[in-house]
């Protein structure tokens, strides 16, 4: 079975500067994706960036990129100068490709509350 | 950029009621899903549905639940007789391909009294 643990409840960050939200992962299968969403204060869940475990290069998406350490199953978003719209809760996510039978079902860590302030 | 369209934003019902939830997935994708997040909580998944048939569900998807994709666009979510429990933000997503990235529709909010 696989597991996403996103042990930081709640962090704060200072306008402009740069935070990393943590998150580890653990799975048996050696082909599998994680992913970021945010999801604001009005409900809905945006992709911010994705990962395959046979990526080489860490994935970066404008001020997101992702500290992929396959090694010690972590896969840390790190958003770049923080703006006050990036409050909001940010989830990580995985989905195992179970040899090619996975329907593609995303398993969601318990999401980390990102507050900027001005 | 296509969207996932639910409706409705907001449903009430009383305990014990049927309710449907409607999702319009974007036209071209071929995998849809439900997911469900009780408030202050994690994501979890419910159910994944593939080429007109249940691919995956989640121990939370008991008899009481059951989907369906009436015509080429829409993909509903049936809940046949609510609890209090069943309260929560229910988001349907799709994808085109399986290892493609899941697009979430801006959910629905269940409240069952």
């Known amino acids: 079975a696989q597991k996403i643990t996103q042990t930081q409840p709640g962090m704060f960050v200072q306008e402009k500067e740069a935070v990393t939200l943590d998150c580890t992962y653990d799975?048996?299968?050696?082909?599998?994706?994680l992913f970021w969403y945010k999801q604001p204060s009005s409900g809905e869940m945006i992709f911010l960036i994705y990962q395959g475990s046979y990526d080489q290069q860490n994935a970066t998406e404008g001020r997101y990129s992702l500290n992929f350490q396959k090694a010690r199953k972590s896969a840390n978003l790190v958003i770049s100068a923080s703006q006050l719209g990036d409050s909001a809760m940010y989830f990580c996510a995985m989905r195992v490709n179970a040899g090619g039978t996975s329907y593609g079902k995303l398993t969601f860590g318990q999401g980390t509350i990102l507050t900027v302030h001005p | 950029e296509p969207e996932v369209t639910q409706t409705p934003s907001h449903q009430v019902t009383q305990m014990g009621q049927e309710v449907i939830l409607r999702c319009v997935p974007i036209?071209?994708?071929?995998?849809f899903y439900w997911y469900r997040q009780i408030l202050g909580q994690k994501v979890e998944f419910l159910v994944s549905f593939y080429n007109n048939e249940i691919s995956e569900k989640s121990e939370i998807f008991d008899d009481q639940f059951s989907v369906e994709r009436p015509d080429g666009s829409n993909f509903t979510l049936k809940i046949r007789s609510t609890k209090l429990e069943d309260s929560a933000m229910y988001f349907c997503a799709s994808t085109r391909r399986v290892r493609e990235k899941l697009f979430f529709g801006s959910g629905t909010q269940l409240s069952v009294l």
């Open positions: 036209s071209n994708h071929l995998y």
């Open positions: 799975t048996s299968d050696p082909s599998y994706g």
